[in-house]
C-alpha cells in the first residue's frame, strides 16, 4: 500500500459513493464517505493526511461551498471536485481559486485514482514541510544544536548533562560540523552563561602573536608591547574558552597551556606574577588527537588533560534524516535576513539533500539554503563531491535509499507499523533493507542508549 493515501469522498449519491469507495480500495486508498457537504467538514481533523473530493451539485451546502470553508480552514489541503458538463467553467473558476483538479462526468476511475494518488503525494509534501517549519520555529534558544537523528539527541543529552561540571571538554569534529556550537550552547546551559565566552582559533593566529594573545603581557615585554594586555584566559576568567583548531596550536604555547590548566593559575609575558582564574576550556579539533598517527606535534600530555570528556560531533552525512529539517530552518533564517520568502524541501530539494554528501558539513548546507532563497540555486549549485563522481549509480541509489529509511524511522521514533506505513513497502522487505544497510531500528526508539561522551 502507498503511504498516506487516504480520500475524503463527499457524494449525496449512495451508489456512487459505494462504487467509487470500491474502486479506490481496490487500489489501497483508505476511504471515508459522506452523504452531505456539513457531515464531511463535521468529520474533516485537523491536519488530514489525505486528499477531499467532493460533487458540487449537492442540496444544502454545496461543494464549492465546502471548498472554500476548507480553504478557509486549511489552504493546503487538496480538494478535487466532481462536475456535471454544465459545471465545468465554474470548476475552472475554482481552480484558480486553489482547487487541486476537476473531474467532469462521466469520469474514468483510473483518472480519479490518478488524480488522487497526485494530490496525496502533494499533502504528504505539504504536511512534511509544516512539521519541518514548527519543528525550525521551535527550536530550543538554549540549545541550537537542530536534528531528531539518535546522535543529535544523545549529545543534547549529554551537553545538558556536563553543563555545570566544571570540568574541560574536547570537541571532535570535521570542518563546518558545528563544533562551535557545541561550546557555546555548553557555556549558555552552564551556570558560567552571566560570565563571557571567549573564542580563539589557533590556527588562525600567527605564531608570533598566540601567546599574547592567549595570556597576555605587560608593558615592554616585547618590542612594540606599549601597553598591558589582558590575555583570552584571564578575561574568560568565571566563562569559558573555546579554542578552535587546538592541533595547530604551537609547540611553546601548549606547554605553557598544559600548566594554565594544571594550576588553573596564568602569567602573563613579561610578568612573573601569577594570576588565579576560574576557567573551563572547551577545546575543539577536527582530527582524532588520541591517534598518534593524526597528532603529530600535539603534546599528549596536553591532550589527556583536555580529555576529560569528549564529544563526537557527526557529520552532517551521518544524520541524513536531520537534513530537511536543518535546510528548513537556514531557509527561515535566510529568509528573515534577505527578507524573501522562504524556500521550503520539495522533491527536487529533497533529492538534491539526499544525495550530496555534504563534505563542508552544516555551514555547507546553510550556504546551499540562502542560495535557495536568494534564487541562485540552479547557477550556484555545488558539485558533486569526488567520492560521489566515483560511485556507481546503483551505489548512489543505495546511500539514498538508506538515508530515506533512517528518515522514516527517526521521524516515527523506529515504530515499525508507522514506518512501514510511511515508506510504503512490505514487512519482509522492510527487514530485508534494514539488514543490507546495516541500520539498527533499536537506536531510533525513545531511551535508546547514550554513546557520545567518552569520560576519561
Known amino acids: 500500500m502507498n503511504a498516506a493515501q487516504h480520500v475524503f469522498f463527499v457524494d449525496d449519491d449512495a451508489d456512487l459513493r459505494q462504487a467509487t469507495a470500491q474502486s479506490l480500495a481496490l487500489h489501497g486508498v483508505q ?15 485537523p491536519d488530514f493526511d489525505g486528499v477531499l473530493v467532493t460533487d ?18 486549511d489552504p493546503d489541503l487538496p480538494v478535487i471536485l466532481i462536475t456535471g458538463h454544465g459545471d465545468i467553467p465554474m470548476a475552472v473558476q475554482a481552480m484558480q ?17 490518478t488524480a488522487v494518488r497526485n494530490a496525496c503525494a502533494q499533502r504528504r509534501l505539504a504536511l512534511d514541510n509544516r512539521r519541518l517549519k514548527a519543528q525550525a520555529v521551535a527550536v530550543d534558544d538554549d ?36 563544533k562551535e556550537v557545541v561550546a557555546a550552547s555548553l557555556h549558555r546551559l552552564s551556570r558560567r552563561a552571566p560570565r563571557p565566552f571567549v573564542a580563539l582559533n589557533c590556527g588562525a593566529l600567527p605564531v608570533t602573536v598566540i601567546e599574547s594573545e592567549l595570556f597576555g603581557h605587560e608593558a615592554g615585554a ?14 574568560a576568567s568565571g566563562g569559558t574558552l573555546f579554542l578552535d583548531e587546538i592541533e595547530s596550536m604551537p609547540a611553546a604555547a601548549q606547554v605553557n597551556l598544559l600548566r594554565v590548566l594544571e594550576t588553573r593559575a596564568v602569567t602573563p609575558l613579561g610578568s612573573n606574577e601569577l594570576r588565579p582564574v576560574d576557567l573551563r576550556v572547551v577545546a575543539a579539533t577536527k582530527v582524532d588527537l588520541g591517534d598518534p598517527s593524526q597528532r603529530g606535534d600535539f603534546r599528549a600530555d596536553l591532550y589527556y588533560r583536555l580529555n576529560v570528556v569528549t564529544l563526537r560531533l557527526p557529520a552532517l552525512r551521518e544524520r541524513r534524516e536531520d537534513l530537511a529539517m ?13 527578507k524573501r520568502e522562504p524556500v521550503l524541501p520539495d522533491g527536487t530539494i529533497l533529492d538534491y539533500l539526499h544525495g550530496h554528501d555534504w563534505p563542508g558539513n552544516v555551514r555547507e548546507l546553510a550556504h546551499y539554503a540562502e542560495r535557495q532563497v536568494l534564487g ?3 547557477a550556484l549549485m555545488p558539485q558533486a563531491s569526488p567520492a560521489d563522481a566515483e560511485e556507481s549509480l546503483p551505489a548512489l541509489m543505495e546511500k539514498h535509499e538508506a538515508g530515506l529509511i533512517r528518515q522514516a524511522l527517526a521521524r516515527h521514533a523506529g515504530d515499525v507499523r508507522a514506518t512501514l506505513q510511511a515508506l510504503g513497502i512490505p514487512r519482509k522487505t522492510f ?22 561522551s567518552q569520560p576519561s
Do not use: C, W
Open 376 to 378: 541562485l540555486a540552479d
Open 143 to 178: 540549545l541550537p544544536l537542530i536534528g531528531e537523528s539518535p546522535a543529535m539527541q544523545r549529545l543534547r543529552q549529554t551537553l545538558r548533562h556536563i553543563a555545570d561540571a566544571d570540568v574541560d571538554v574536547l570537541v571532535e569534529g570535521e570542518t563546518g560540523a558545528g
Open 31 to 45: 476511504v471515508t464517505v459522506h452523504a452531505s457537504a456539513n457531515a464531511a467538514l463535521a468529520a474533516l481533523p
Open 326 to 338: 536543518l535546510f528548513t530552518h537556514f531557509s527561515m533564517r535566510a529568509a528573515a535576513r534577505f
Open 97 to 113: 481559486q486553489g482547487a487541486y483538479d476537476f473531474l467532469a462526468k462521466p469520469y474514468a476511475s483510473a483518472r480519479l485514482l
Open 56 to 73: 458540487v451539485r449537492m442540496p444544502g451546502m454545496d461543494g464549492l461551498q465546502l471548498f472554500q470553508a476548507v480553504r478557509a480552514r
Open 431 to 452: 527487514y530485508d533493507k534494514l539488514q543490507r544497510h546495516g541500520i539498527d531500528r533499536s537506536a531510533y526508539q525513545p531511551g535508546s542508549p547514550a554513546g557520545n
Open 222 to 235: 616585547f618590542t612594540g608591547a606599549h601597553k598591558r594586555r589582558v590575555g583570552s584566559i584571564e578575561y
